[in-house]
């Protein structure tokens, strides 16, 4: 029988995975392994009517685009207390002993990843499920699916019905080097450290993208009703033989000095581990023991995380050179001797600004330790004075731009020098194109930072706006081109004409308009042109948009060479306009909302969308003008009390729901007749209490 093979490709499959991705002891060769694949994957094609969403062949992911739905935990996931200092970790310990007597204590590494809950019901995989706020997380289960250490089937029979697991998701080092060598080449920025890369590869919209990342994931505990085992200790050894892989870097701890002993050992250690960690987890094995002590409001009272020191070398600061970005600000960096840290030889360091080199008196030839805290570009912390050489001087901040020469500015409020010649300065310009041309920009490809540079120094680019200017025939010619390239850059940048307002709005580079800035103010003005005319004031109805964001958009549009840039790109046919919305209804006709809070069914943005798409207005502030107030979790709470003020109505999700579903005359009373307003917070930040949470099975961060 076609089914009968499946399933056993589908078994022998899961079974070499697990042995090659967890145990590390592979039984057959990658091609054996490809071919048992190739085979599983032409029987699902031809047999669709077989379909499991936790087929092996779901490792490689697919390019359609994912959309992450906010799902509440069943289990809540709390965070662990932070401790740096072994005199407070004692007196946790002795908290414990004082409470509950003498108790066993786990040791475990704490991985320094972005945390996930997994859902697994009669012994596959149903759902997973990010941290969130503890209460409410997104489903990026088609993303998790493409670990390869994440098993989809567990072994044995004897796992609980229905049960939840929570782990980190890591990037391991060898992952994080290549990515960001691959993103240096695409002229993309790159990731700080291997633990936003994993947050960020878990939310890509392609788990295609995430399934060659080489993501990994460790689980350390179990959470259910009802789970048959007494220890922490015991639950994880079961949890292995199900499949998962389980941390082999732990140990049982009786006092103090074991447990110091645990830590110091994986203070050095760590370094040659292949992924990053950032701690150790000190856990009551018991879980009678765990019961008895609870939870603080936030935090579980039997963990706590001692969380390992920034590594630090000593070396030397040879010569300082100031480097200028795209926006004109200009960033001290310190050429070092080289020296080994956190792994990898660090030459140079980062000064930050004036004021941070003041701080610490920074001068050449200075002996600094150097701190690797996470950054791709470690910083300096201290000065050794007791190094300084005797005719030492002070050091004076540059006044002009080391790049055109113009002097340099400091604007209120910032840290940072500028430079003002945003037209004239080389890197300025370079930078600016090298934004533009970002996949989430303009998306043109092709166009990497050596390329851009070329076409800078060849003349034939001096802002953003020339390359709809470019021919093929003037690229073909150039170094590392040819005509296959010139032919994809120019097909390439005639299809970013197509790319949606909000994009080329991000693409210009205003200063502080990031991706998501962007979309706000696409949404709330809905053209180029009436942006332009806002006054300070209409900006700032725009959501996340302060004075300050406003100032510098403003700025921006009475530069005479950026409304040349833009008369320019107006004519080259790019998108100034938002996308018309098609209004499904007219049940909000004439209505203003306010959205505020986290939602459990939809996103904030979603949201919107339905008000508009039925008639409705979205506004940014709570006012006179607004008409109700969907109230999500964790709203402002000066939102609600000038929404109380002015008798405005304060709805939930569900009854914004029910208001499209049933229409507006079902809607519900305005607020002076809901729940006092105390109540609504109460429901709003406490999480609702479930049977058996504090027990054992349950209690979990």
Same mark, same amino acid.
């Given at each position: ?455 800078? $120094? ?153 008000? $508009? ?89």
């Amino acid at each position: 029988m076609i089914k009968d093979e499946i399933d056993a490709l589908r078994k022998e499959l899961e079974y070499h995975n697990y042995k090659y991705y967890v145990e590390n002891s592979p039984e057959i060769s990658d091609f054996d392994f490809d071919a048992l694949m190739r085979r599983l994957q032409d029987l699902e094609a031809a047999h669709p009517e077989f379909y499991d969403p936790n087929s092996p062949s779901v490792r490689v992911g697919s390019d359609l685009s994912n959309e992450f739905k906010t799902v509440e935990h069943r289990f809540p996931m709390r965070s662990l207390g932070n401790t740096y200092s072994l005199e407070e970790l004692h007196e946790f310990i002795e908290r414990i002993e004082r409470e509950v007597g003498e108790a066993t204590l786990v040791c475990e590494l704490k991985f320094d990843g972005t945390a996930i809950s997994l859902t697994y019901e009669h012994g596959c995989l149903l759902r997973a499920v990010t941290r969130g706020d503890g209460t409410h997380g997104d489903d990026v289960t088609a993303n998790v699916r493409t670990i390869r250490t994440v098993p989809l089937q567990l072994q044995g029979d004897d796992w609980p019905d229905y049960f939840e697991i929570r782990g980190e998701i890591l990037m391991p080092y060898a992952s994080f080097d290549r990515l960001n060598a691959e993103r240096e080449a695409a002229g993309d920025p790159l990731f700080a450290n291997p633990r936003n890369a994993a947050a960020g590869t878990l939310k890509q919209q392609s788990s295609a993208v995430v399934a060659k990342r080489g993501l990994d994931c460790t689980l350390y505990q179990l959470a259910g009703e009802n789970l048959p085992f007494e220890t922490h200790r015991e639950s994880l050894q079961k949890a292995r033989e199900w499949g998962f892989k389980i941390s082999d870097h732990t140990a049982v701890c009786h006092n103090n000095a074991e447990i110091d002993a645990f830590i110091n050992h994986w203070d050095e250690a760590r370094h040659a581990l292949p992924f990053p960690t950032d701690g150790v987890v000190i856990k009551v094995d018991d879980f009678a023991l765990r019961r008895r002590l609870g939870f603080t409001a936030k935090a579980p009272k039997w963990a706590v995380a001692y969380k390992f020191k920034a590594e630090q070398a000593l070396t030397r600061i040879n010569s300082i050179d100031y480097q200028v970005g795209r926006t004109g600000a200009v960033t001290p960096v310190a050429n070092l001797d080289p020296v080994l840290l956190a792994g990898t030889t660090v030459r140079r360091a980062t000064l930050h600004n004036a004021e941070q080199m003041a701080l610490l008196d920074i001068r050449l030839h200075d002996m600094v330790y150097v701190e690797k805290g996470g950054e791709i570009i470690p910083k300096i912390t201290e000065v050794e004075l007791s190094e300084r050489p005797a005719d030492s001087k002070p050091l004076e901040y540059i006044t002009r731009c080391p790049e055109c020469g113009t002097p340099l500015v400091r604007y209120e409020g910032e840290a940072k020098h500028y430079c003002p010649n945003q037209s004239g300065c080389r890197p300025q310009i370079l930078g600016r194109i090298i934004h533009f041309i970002r996949r989430k920009a303009l998306d043109i490809d092709g166009l990497g930072e050596e390329t851009v540079e070329l076409l800078y $120094e060849n003349g034939l680019v001096k802002d953003i706006a020339d390359l709809y200017d470019l021919r093929q025939e003037q690229l073909a010619p150039l170094p590392r081109l040819g005509e296959k390239s010139a032919e994809n850059i120019i097909r390439s940048i005639e299809k970013s004409k197509k790319v949606p307002f909000r994009r080329v709005l991000f693409g210009l580079g205003i200063r502080f308009v990031g991706e998501t800035t962007a979309k706000y103010l696409s949404d709330h003005f809905r053209s180029l042109d009436t942006l332009m005319k806002a006054s300070r004031e209409e900006l700032c109805q725009a959501d996340e948009v302060g004075e300050k964001i406003a100032d510098a958009i403003l700025e921006y549009f009475a530069d005479e060479n950026n409304l040349r840039i833009i008369a320019h790109l107006r004519e080259a046919g790019l998108q100034f306009e938002a996308e018309e919305r098609k209004q499904s209804s007219s049940a909000f006709e004439g209505l203003n909302f306010v959205i505020s809070g986290k939602f459990a069914n939809h996103s904030r943005d979603e949201l919107k969308a339905l008000i $508009e798409a039925h008639g409705g207005k979205n506004l940014a502030a709570v006012s006179g003008n607004v008409d109700y107030l969907v109230a999500g979790d964790n709203m402002g709470p000066a939102k609600l009390k000038k929404a109380e003020k002015l008798n405005i109505r304060i709805i939930s999700e569900d009854e914004f729901t029910r208001m499209l579903e049933e229409g507006i005359s079902k809607a519900p009373a305005t607020h002076s007749e809901k729940v006092a307003p105390e109540e609504v917070q109460l429901r709003e930040n406490v999480p609702a209490t479930r049977a058996g949470e504090n027990s054992p099975q349950t209690s979990l961060f």
